[in-house]
């Protein structure tokens, strides 16, 4: 069996105190593997989420254990997560939060610049990627000219730019027709399988559901079913 790229045992996160406490986790356990995709799945609501938002230090932990690419979040010092998470994490966010003053390449380069790498080089890499999601003709537009689907296909391609050892996707076929849903699933699937590198996808979409090694039923807070496929 491959190694763990994340392991949680007893996870917890509440939102809120009192009577308004939403209890988000409920004692999450969870493996996902490298060279895997692991697919999260289950009603609106029951802390999907919530649960890569912390696997990618977005979000803090209230409890539990927590290990990601070998490292716990809570033994970094202040700066250090977000120089971690600009490292190794690609997040593919359900709202896109593309810039609109930047075109969209500069768009899909951001992570490399954070990282330091040249804007000239970082916006020909981001072009490159770009023809693989097929917005090769739209790299010097602004997003507000591009479609909810193409929008969708920026942020998935800013997600891989920097080639993340962990890729963490919030409903990354949402807005997509069944052919480019493919073709992006395709490269965030071949991510999942490289060395040292594991998918963490978030979907409600059952045309993907082949793609995944392991899917994870989730409800009001917990894990109540895990499916190895294969």
Known sequence: MSASAVRIRGLTKTFGTGDSAVHALRGVDLDALYGQATYLVGPSGCG?????SIIAGLLHR??????????DHATFRAGQLTRWRSENVGFIFQAFNLIP??????????????????????VAKAEELLEKVGLGGRAKAKPTKLSGGQQQRV??????????RILVCDEPTSALDA?????????????????????????????????ADRVVHMNDGTVTKVEVKG
Not at 62 to 71: A, F, K, Q, S
């Open 48 to 52: 999907k989420t919530t649960l890569i």
């Open 101 to 122: 003053q930047l075109t969209v390449a500069e768009n899909v380069a951001v992570p490399l610049v954070i990282r330091g790498e040249s804007r000239r080089r970082a």
């Open 62 to 71: 209230d409890g539990g254990e927590l290990e990601v690419l070998g490292t």
């Open 155 to 164: 942020a998935i391609a800013r997600s891989l730019v920097h080639d993340p």
């Open 179 to 211: 052919q480019t849903g493919r073709r992006v699933m395709d490269l965030i699937t071949a991510v999942a399988h490289g060395p040292d590198r594991a998918v963490i996808v978030v979907t409600h979409d059952d045309r993907i559901f082949h793609l």
